[in-house]
T-cell receptor
């Protein structure tokens, strides 16, 4: 069964450092997303991406965040200067769009900012 | 009012019991509704989509009441493996827009 993959599974970084989280969506999907979940809290939408551009973003997704699809398979989330409050689980998701509306989630990257 | 509201629980039920979870959503323009399951420190996984006519998948039944902006999930004959957090998820339309999650309802099935 096709699945979304994410790397790394865990990342520890110092405050102020840049991190790049990587995702490989399901191959024939057209829509890509990043969500985050702070420990003990709900899953929160960050950004959606379609046709090589951001289609929607939340208030959380400020200038410190960026997304990119550098090639035909990867989808990345960059945090330029990490803050302590960026510590969370980051989930990538993808969906086919159209009739197939289900979003499939990757296993997540647990980011810890010290 | 929260966009998607759920009782966080926990619901502790014995094996074999029937348990029901409810969820309310605030945006009447919402079009797509889902129940996801999340195990501890894992990703959300789709349990079932929720349709206006209601739908059933084995021991799981989901209902949607648009007039009351209310979604429910019924689990019959609970198994130990059903222990997880059940996430109510709502979208304005289709899978190409963001989905909004509730906090989730934690279920613990006890032997």
């Amino acid at each position: 069964e096709p699945e979304v993959t994410q790397t790394p599974s865990h990342q520890v970084t110092q405050m102020g450092q840049e991190v790049i989280l990587r995702c490989v969506p399901i191959s024939n999907h057209l829509y890509f997303y990043w969500y985050r979940q702070i420990l003990g809290q709900k899953v929160e939408f960050l950004v959606s991406f379609y046709n090589n551009e951001i289609s929607e973003k939340s208030e959380i997704f400020d200038d410190q965040f960026s997304v990119e699809r550098p090639d035909g398979s990867n989808f990345t989330l960059k945090i330029r200067s990490t803050k302590l409050e960026d510590s969370a689980m980051y989930f990538c998701a993808s969906s086919g769009g159209g009739i197939e509306e289900t979003q499939y989630f990757g296993p997540g990257t647990r980011l810890l900012v010290l | 009012r929260k966009e998607v509201e759920q009782d966080p629980g926990p619901f502790n039920v014995p094996e074999g019991a029937t348990v029901a979870f409810n969820c309310t959503y605030s945006n009447s323009a919402s079009q797509s509704f889902f129940w996801y399951r999340q195990d501890c420190r894992k990703e959300p996984k789709l349990l079932m989509s929720v349709y206006s006519s209601g739908n059933e998948d084995g021991r799981f039944t989901a209902q949607l009441n648009r007039a009351s902006q209310y979604i429910s999930l019924l689990i019959r004959d609970s198994k130990l493996s059903d222990s997880a957090t059940y996430l109510c998820v709502v979208s304005l339309s289709g899978g190409y827009q963001k989905v909004t999650f509730g906090i989730g309802t934690k279920l613990q099935v006890i032997p």
